[in-house]
Each structure stands twice: as C-alpha cells, then as structure tokens.
C-alpha cells in the first residue's frame, strides 16, 4: 500500500493567519481525500483533489477557506485560511488503496490549534 | 447526514476480555471498513468486509456485517492494552461517478492492564 508523508504534524497559528499542510505519496495516485476531524469528533470529508482538474468540495466547504493544489500525481496541498479558533482541528490527508475497495492510506494528521 | 453511527461511543474492559463495538449506515453499500486511530494519529486500515459477505476474521478481530439492517460489528478477542484506541467504521457511498467513505462516529475503547 502507499506511504504517505504528511507536514507539519502540529502547528499553533495565530487567528486571521494561513497554513498550508503538505501531503507526499510515495506512488502515483489518482484522487486525494482531504479529512478534518475536530475535537472528540469523527473524520468530515473536506474535499477531493484530482489531479489536473478543480478540487471537489463536499456541503459546508468552500474553495476559498480550504484552497486545495494537486500540482501531480504524488503530492497535494490543502491550506486553512483566514484560520480562526474554531478551525483548530486535526486535518488528514488520504488516498485509495493499490485497488478499489482495499482500504485508504492515512498520512500522521496535523494537528491545528489556532489561538 | 449520512454519517454512521457507532455505540457504544466509549467502552472501557479488563485486558483479555473480548470487545464487540457496533456500527449501523443509512445506505447502500459496495464495502464496509473499520479504522483504528491511536491518540488522534492517523487512521490505521483494520479490516475491509464487502456487501456480499457476512463475516470476515483477521487474527483477533472477526466483522460482521448484516445488510439487511445495514450494521456491522467489531469483535477483538482477547484484548491487550495495546488495542486501546478509537476505532471507527466506513463505508462507500458513489457520488457524482467518485467513491468516497463516510465515517462512523466512532467508539473509543480502553483496555486496563
């Protein structure tokens, strides 16, 4: 299955700032699954980054508060925007497994607090 | 919300007791996974179990899955400390020509030593 490299693990950000979170695969992929999971909180899909085309976003995210780069087929990036407290999530980037159906490949997460 | 629903939330045994977590979807299915996430890490595959399958074992953890009432269930066998952690269940749902998983609210489980 792939391995994939996710950066930073964790990050305070001050309110009104931008972090960009960066996750490497070690194969080539079609689709990334960016997730947020808030504290206690189950994994919220955000969007889906192809490459090559706009990212799809799911209800309740936007393009301008979550813009996602998909620049090739093995690294994507998703950056928080305009970050307030109530963005301080862990967010999880993912892809499918060598098949579909076998399962996704999670990266380490980041873990956001925003202050 | 299409979310799953997972019970108990918590659940908390002695170390060699058996641990069943249940999970229940609201549509149809291609598969169903369960997660393992240690400490709010990253998600760990546990276990894949199709739609047209009814039970699936991997070393201590055994899955079932009942379509007919669209729920699943983790069983871990004899568990260790080492299984404490927050496990979750997924499943596929096909929108606009992409799969993507739902996840499951999850169930934290505590093994004592």
């Known amino acids: 299955s792939a391995v994939i490299s996710q950066k930073p693990s964790r990050d305070i950000c001050q309110r009104g700032t931008s972090l960009t979170i960066q996750c490497q695969v070690d194969s080539q992929v079609t689709m990334m699954f960016w997730y947020r999971q808030q504290p206690g909180q189950s994994l919220t899909l955000i969007a889906t980054?192809?490459?090559?085309?706009?990212?799809?976003?799911e209800s309740g995210f936007v393009i301008d508060k979550f813009p996602i780069s998909r620049p090739n087929l093995t690294f994507s990036t998703l950056t928080v925007s305009n970050m307030s407290p109530e963005d301080s999530s862990i967010y999880l980037c993912s892809v499918n497994g060598a098949r579909r159906g076998y399962g996704y490949t999670f990266g380490s997460g980041t873990r956001l607090t925003v202050v | 919300s299409q979310q799953g629903e997972e019970d108990p939330q918590a659940l908390s045994i002695q170390e060699g007791e058996n641990a069943t977590m249940n999970c229940s979807y609201k549509t149809s299915i291609n598969n169903l996974q369960w997660y393992r996430q240690n400490s709010g890490r990253g998600l760990v595959h546990l276990i894949l179990?199709?739609?047209?399958?009814r039970e699936k074992h991997s070393g201590r953890l055994r899955v079932t899955l009942d379509t007919s009432k669209k729920s699943s269930s983790l069983l871990i066998t004899a568990s260790r400390a080492a299984d404490t952690a927050s496990y979750f269940c997924?499943?596929?749902?096909?929108?606009?020509?992409?799969?993507?998983?739902?996840f499951g609210t999850g169930t934290r489980l505590k093994v004592l030593a």
């Open positions: 980054a192809n490459q090559g085309s706009e990212a799809t976003y």
């Open positions: 179990i199709r739609s047209n399958e």
């Open positions: 997924a499943t596929d749902h096909l929108t606009s020509g992409t799969y993507k998983y739902i």
